[in-house]
C-alpha cells in the first residue's frame, strides 16, 4: 500500500527566512497531495493542495510542489511569520481510495522571533 | 460552512469501560473518518466509512469498532477501554462537492485510567 514518509520532524527557523517540508509517497498511482496546517489545540486545516497534472502551485507565501518522477514534492513558505509556527501534515491519495488520504508523520514548524 | 462536531472534548473513562465517540456532520458528505492522533506518530485511520452501514478497516482497527446507521453520524466504539487508547481522537467527513478536503471536527481527548 501506500507509504508517505515526512522530513524534517522538527524545523526551527528565524522569523522572515524561508521553511521547506518534504514528502515522499511510493504508489505512483496517487494523483492528489494536500498539505494540512494544525496550530495547537486546533484541528488540521487543509492550506494547499496539488494535483498530479500539475508541478507547481502557489497561494501568496506558500507554493507545493510536485516531482512525480521522483514521487516527492515540498511544501515553501516564504517570508515567515509568527503565526507560521505549528504542525504541518502533508498527505497522498488516489482517484480510488475512496477519499482516504495517507498521512505523513508531520513536521513541527518553529518560527524563531 | 461545513461543520463537524465532536460529541465531547476530553473524556476520562476507566479501564474495561465501553466507550462511545459520536461525530457529526452538517453538509451532507458521504465519506467519514475516525483517526487517532499521537505526538510523533502523526495521523492514523482507525475506521472509514463511504455510505450509510458501510466501513472500511483503516491502518489500526483493533481494539475498536464503528457505527453508522445516519448519514450525517459516525460513532466510535471502545469496546473494553485500555490505557493504551489514551489518546487525540479526531472525526473528519468529505464529499464529491469538496473534492478530496477533509473537514476536522475539534477533537475528543480520551485518558483511560
Known amino acids: 500500500g501506500e507509504n508517505v514518509e515526512q522530513h524534517p520532524s522538527t524545523l526551527s527557523v528565524q522569523e522572515g527566512d524561508s521553511a521547506v517540508i518534504k514528502c515522499t509517497y511510493s504508489d505512483s498511482a496517487s494523483n492528489y497531495f494536500p498539505w494540512y496546517k494544525q496550530e495547537l489545540g486546533k484541528r488540521p486545516q487543509l492550506i494547499i493542495d496539488i494535483r498530479s497534472n500539475v508541478g507547481e502551485k502557489k497561494d501568496q507565501r506558500i507554493a507545493v510542489t510536485l516531482n512525480k518522477t521522483a514521487k516527492h514534492f515540498s511544501l515553501h513558505i516564504t517570508e515567515t511569520q509568527p503565526e507560521d509556527s505549528a504542525v504541518y501534515f502533508c498527505?497522498?491519495?488516489?482517484?480510488?481510495?475512496?477519499?482516504?488520504?495517507?498521512w505523513g508523520a508531520g513536521t513541527k514548524l518553529i518560527i524563531k522571533p | 460552512d461545513v461543520k463537524v462536531t465532536q460529541s465531547s472534548r476530553y473524556l476520562v473513562k476507566r479501564t474495561g469501560e465501553k466507550v462511545f465517540l459520536e461525530c457529526v456532520q452538517d453538509?451532507?458528505?458521504?465519506?467519514m473518518f475516525w483517526y487517532r492522533q499521537d505526538p510523533g506518530l502523526g495521523l492514523r485511520l482507525i475506521y472509514f466509512?463511504?455510505?450509510?452501514?458501510?466501513?472500511e478497516k483503516g491502518d489500526i482497527p483493533e481494539g475498536y469498532s464503528v457505527s453508522r446507521e445516519k448519514k450525517e453520524r459516525f460513532s466510535l466504539i471502545l469496546e473494553s477501554a485500555s490505557t493504551n487508547q489514551t489518546s487525540m481522537y479526531l472525526c473528519?467527513?468529505?464529499?464529491?462537492?469538496?473534492?478530496?478536503?477533509?473537514?476536522f471536527g475539534p477533537g475528543t481527548r480520551l485518558t483511560v485510567t
Open positions: 453538509m451532507d458528505h458521504e465519506n
Open positions: 466509512s463511504y455510505d450509510v452501514k458501510m466501513k
Open positions: 498527505a497522498a491519495s488516489s482517484w480510488d481510495s475512496n477519499y482516504q488520504l495517507i
Open positions: 473528519a467527513s468529505t464529499g464529491p462537492g469538496q473534492g478530496y478536503e477533509q473537514y
